[in-house]
């Protein structure tokens, strides 16, 4: 693990890159993306064990982007982990590209799992957590959601299956920006209150503030308590967070920063060399 204030520069970075792709490719779903990336950070520098060396080492944690449509936050998290070359950014969302808009199954080292119609992330990695357990492997199972996917039926088959087989290798993060697509996540489905959801299905939940880095590693750290019940982090986090001028505003979840927007994100990010 690594000091908190080095991994705030690191999540500095990763949404400074974020931004340029949007910006480079034409892409939305950039406000979502902002929003998890300290929760990237704090659990591929702190729990999670990979080595980007042996990415299909059969031992190795497993983490779920279920949240497929924030692919940029996990692409640029795993260059920067040295999964691979950096420069292959450049081509995310171009014909041809290793980097899909949305992720695709190991289009990458390092990405598990074809992400991005919601609901699916969660029953994956409890099947990967039941063929962890047959094959007497130690691996965990992590797993990024966002608030309005916990609106789909298949999320809550799984939080009731999970407590049933005692499948605590498996950790959720809830990243709870409190927007989706078309406004308020609570507006829509009466999400809140969220922890409590969980908990009623027998989970192991918490609330943290999702930005606060010295929290989410202390969350997302705590190793299986011994009852069998999976973990769920309710991270309460800003859509766009890091850029003022995105922050809560969901017209961020469809537009595209223009390269002038480009340059002020990356000098508010204290990232002013501008690549895009």
């Known amino acids: 693990m690594m000091n908190v204030p080095k991994l705030t520069a690191i ?23 902002l929003s998890c990336v300290d929760l990237l950070v704090a659990t591929y520098w ?3 064990r990979v080595d980007p060396a042996h990415p299909l080492d059969p031992n190795r944690d497993r983490f779920i982007l279920s949240k497929g449509h924030a ?3 996990l692409y ?13 950014l ?8 290793a980097l899909p808009e949305h992720p695709g199954l190991q289009c990458v080292p390092g990405v598990e799992a074809a992400t991005g119609s919601l609901g699916h992330g969660l029953p994956i990695a409890l099947g990967m957590a039941l063929a962890a357990r047959i094959q007497k492997r130690p691996a965990r199972q992590f797993v990024l959601m966002s608030d309005g996917e916990c609106e789909e039926g298949s999320v809550w088959e799984a939080a009731m299956f999970a407590p049933a087989q005692k499948l605590d290798s498996v950790v959720v993060m809830i990243d709870y920006n409190k927007w989706q697509a078309t406004g308020r996540s609570d507006e829509i489905m009466a999400l809140a209150p969220l922890a409590e959801k969980w908990r009623a299905f027998g989970w192991d939940a918490c609330e943290v503030d999702g930005h606060d880095m010295a929290a989410v590693l202390a969350a ?9 019940r999976p973990r769920v982090i309710v991270a309460h986090t800003v859509k766009g967070k890091g850029v003022s001028f995105m922050e809560d505003d969901n017209n961020w979840h469809y537009r595209i920063p223009t390269a002038d927007e480009v340059r002020k994100a990356r000098v508010e990010l204290g990232q002013p060399e501008v690549r895009a």
Not at 12 to 32: D, F, N, Y
Not at 90 to 97: A, P, W
């Open 46 to 48: 702190g729990p999670l």
């Open 76 to 88: 640029v998290t795993l260059a920067e982990k040295g999964f691979f070359d950096p420069a292959l």
């Open 11 to 33: 999540a500095a970075r990763i949404r400074a890159r974020v931004v340029e792709m949007s910006h480079a490719a034409e892409t939305p779903h950039l406000g979502s993306s």
């Open 220 to 228: 997302v750290s705590r190793e299986p308590d011994g009852s069998g």
């Open 71 to 73: 692919a940029t936050a």
């Open 90 to 97: 450049d081509t995310y969302d171009t014909d041809g590209s």
